[in-house]
């Protein structure tokens, strides 16, 4: 209050040198001070001050985002409503085996043992004098396929459990010579302080190669939905191999085939085998706009998605407009990041017509996104739901409404 | 666009290949610190065997971990019908969480072709000393940890009684744990797709 009466101070002191023949609407406390008549007080062309500045930014009423929780066990990240390539920390998706702990940086520790020099324990500060490394990355959980609600599915239900953040930590390969790992080593295993302790053994020398230790999430500390104080960021790996709420590692020569990297997360396959370790994100991609439950009009259409592989860069992402008769190279919108969401686009004039729009993504390794009979074809038809990464489409209808077609 | 993906991809697997052939080159080299870095920071505590003790439940499919004691099946099934049914089901049919037990015992070709056939201990899991240590971790799942390591026994007991893995009159300790011969542990293979084709 005190602030927009100094305001209102300011404006009539300007207001007296003017002149009362200017006096419009300003408030009728400065109005009775002036002493002249306001009529327009009410007036719709009064521009009213707006609230100041505030500890905590908020969306616009007009652009409300919300994850959409399913299931008792997921959220998933809206990216019908998103652009760019970045999730909001408030919109990355969850996935949690035991609900979000909340862990007090004051006395969790992270403990590194088995075949170490020396096992060691450490608190976040200690954590955070390490020297620090920042990258883009997206975090996809490997069961991340749930068109339950058919035709009338959104991009959330076909692939809202794939979020990217900017994340900061130290790489673990730091904190592995601090402790100091022994001849023979080849697995570490990761368990979090979650009720359920979740735990993931991943190989040594991935750990080694690009594997991190974060704390932060989009420059701020990671939310507790995310795992704070702490988690594994396994780049392009499965999401269940990035543990949130981390307390311990421990090196090993073995994995230790906990119920996470053998009753789930592996995949029952065609030829009789239990495919495990099945670690790689594969390649994809998936059209968010325009997208169910859009509804579009006749003329010129940016048709916009986002691509991610876990090998790698995206190499390229190819649209169909015409149901997966032709392809065309969308534009990738730079910079193309290793193992991180990108942004392609294609502008699209619609006549009118019915038809399909499809888009696959090829990566630096070239992989091609497959169809969903490819995926079927190979596994079996009752396999997933992990790994499930087929091209996906959007039916356009003539009323200019879209539903969602897993086409293949 | 199509032909030249398909070319993309060959290079792309070549290029995979040679990735693997350094991989051993890699555990040396990225233990190497900037030069700028020393070698150690001198950062975090020592952890102390006991530190290790409280923390470390994990069991190892040979057994490493299983701590003392044991139980029998029929001491399962009190702790299972106490503990465990109201989520689980009676006979581990399933009810607000998973079947544990009931799937055919079927070959994994049978469960990628339907998946409506249950993945269960019995039919899909490698190693029974898993079973032990996920319910110790994470079971009951309102209450982890609250099981005495005798009743994490009885009802892994009970588990395998309900798969048909052991009989309703034997009982369970780490020697009877370790020595069990879970018939999907010949199934598993570890996933060596390295590139673009393999699905």
């Known amino acids: 209050m005190s602030r927009s009466h100094s305001n209102d101070a300011l404006l009539l002191h300007r207001r007296q040198l003017l002149g009362a023949a200017v006096g419009a609407a300003v408030g009728s406390a400065s109005a009775a001070i002036a002493g002249v008549s306001l009529a327009a007080e009410d007036s719709a062309a009064v521009r009213r001050l707006g609230p100041g500045p505030s500890p905590l930014g908020e969306r616009s009423p007009f652009a409300e985002q919300a994850r959409v929780p399913a299931m008792g066990i997921v959220s998933f990240t809206p990216h019908e409503n998103l652009e760019g390539t970045i999730t909001p920390s408030d919109l990355h998706f969850e996935r949690h085996h035991g609900g979000i702990p909340a862990l007090d940086p004051q006395s969790h520790e992270l403990l590194l043992h088995g075949m170490v020099e020396r096992p060691l324990k450490f608190s976040l500060t200690d954590i955070k004098r390490f020297p620090s490394v920042t990258r883009s990355c997206f975090i996809e959980c490997s069961g991340n396929y749930f068109p339950f609600a058919g035709e009338e599915s959104p991009p959330h239900l076909i692939c809202g459990l794939t979020s990217q953040s900017e994340w900061t930590g130290v790489a673990l390969s730091t904190l592995l010579r601090e402790a100091g790992v022994k001849p023979g080593a080849s697995w570490i295993i990761a368990e979090g302080g979650d009720a359920p302790l979740l735990n993931r053994s991943i190989p040594l020398a991935k750990a080694l190669d690009d594997v991190l230790l974060v704390y932060a999430q989009n420059g701020e500390a990671i939310r507790p939905a995310q795992g704070y104080p702490m988690r594994l960021l396994v780049p392009g790996w499965e999401g269940n191999t990035n543990v949130k709420w981390l307390r311990r590692l421990e090196i090993t020569d073995a994995p230790v085939m906990s119920r996470q990297e053998t009753s789930k997360y592996t995949e029952p396959m065609r030829d009789g085998t239990i495919r495990q370790f099945s670690f790689e994100v594969d390649a994809r991609s998936i059209i968010t706009a325009p997208s169910y439950p859009a509804t579009i009009a006749k003329g010129w259409q940016e048709i916009r998605g986002i691509a991610w592989s876990g090998r790698g860069k995206i190499q390229g992402v190819e649209v169909s407009t015409d149901g997966g008769k032709t392809w065309q190279p969308a534009r990738m919108q730079g910079p193309v990041l290793s193992k991180s969401h990108t942004r392609f686009t294609l502008p699209w004039f619609w006549d009118g017509e019915a038809t399909e729009l499809q888009s696959r993504a090829i990566d630096e390794t070239g992989y091609v996104q497959p169809t969903l009979r490819d995926i079927m074809k190979e596994r079996g038809p009752g396999s997933g739901p992990y790994h499930f990464n087929p091209i996906t489409g959007w039916l356009v209808r003539r009323d200019g409404e879209l539903r969602f077609s897993p086409t293949g | ?199």
């Not at chain 2, 470390?56 to 490493?64: A, E, F, L, R």
């Not at chain 2, 106490?82 to 049919?93: K, L």
């Not at chain 2, 993945?119 to 982890?144: E, Q």
């Open chain 2, 1 to 199: 666009m199509m032909k030249s993906a398909l070319r993309q991809r060959d290079v792309g697997r070549l290029r995979q290949i040679a990735r693997l052939l350094p991989a051993l080159a890699l555990i040396t080299v990225a233990l190497q610190p900037h030069a700028e870095d020393p070698t150690r920071f001198n950062l975090g505590t020592p952890a102390s065997t006991e530190d290790i003790a409280a923390q470390d439940i994990d069991v190892s499919p040979d057994g490493h971990g299983l701590p003392g004691g044991g139980a029998t099946v029929a001491q399962g099934k009190i702790i299972y019908d106490q503990a465990c049914a109201s989520c689980h089901g009676s006979e581990g049919q399933g009810a607000s969480a998973a079947a544990l037990a009931g799937g055919n015992r079927v070959p994994p070709d049978e469960l990628a072709a339907d998946r409506t056939i249950v993945h269960d201990v019995g039919n899909y899991w490698p190693y029974a000393t898993t079973l032990f240590d996920y319910i110790r971790r994470a079971m009951p799942f309102d209450s982890a940890g609250s099981l005495s390591d005798d009743e994490v026994y009885a009802s892994t007991a009970y588990v395998l009684y309900l798969n048909g893995l052991l009989d309703a009159d034997s009982s369970l300790d780490a020697t009877s744990l370790s020595a069990i011969a879970m018939p999907a542990a010949r199934y598993y293979r570890e996933d060596r797709r390295v590139s673009g084709g393999d699905l």
